[in-house]
C-alpha cells in the first residue's frame, strides 16, 4: 500500500495549485471584527484560527486576522469554544 502511494506520488507531476490573499484579492485593508460572518471562515470547528498555509492568507493579513478574531472573542461575538 505504501508502495503505491509512493509511485503516486512520484508520478503526480502536476503543478500545485497556488492559494490566493483572501483578503488582498478583495483588497480589503483592515480584517473587521464585527464582520463574524467572515471571521467563522477561518477558524475551524473548536473555533480555532487556521493557520495561514491552510487557508491561503498572506503574512500581513494573517497578523490582521488573528487581532480581529481575538477582539471579536473579547466582544463575545464570536464563541470562544465549541460546545
Ligand atoms: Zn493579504
Redesign the pocket.
Known sequence: MIRIIRIIFMYNNQPKKEKK?F??SNQVEDVDYKDTRLLRGFVNFHMKILPAKRTG??A??QRKLSQAVKRSRIMALLSTTHQ
Do not use: N, S, T, Y
Open positions: 490573499c483578503f488582498c492568507v498572506c500581513w493579513h
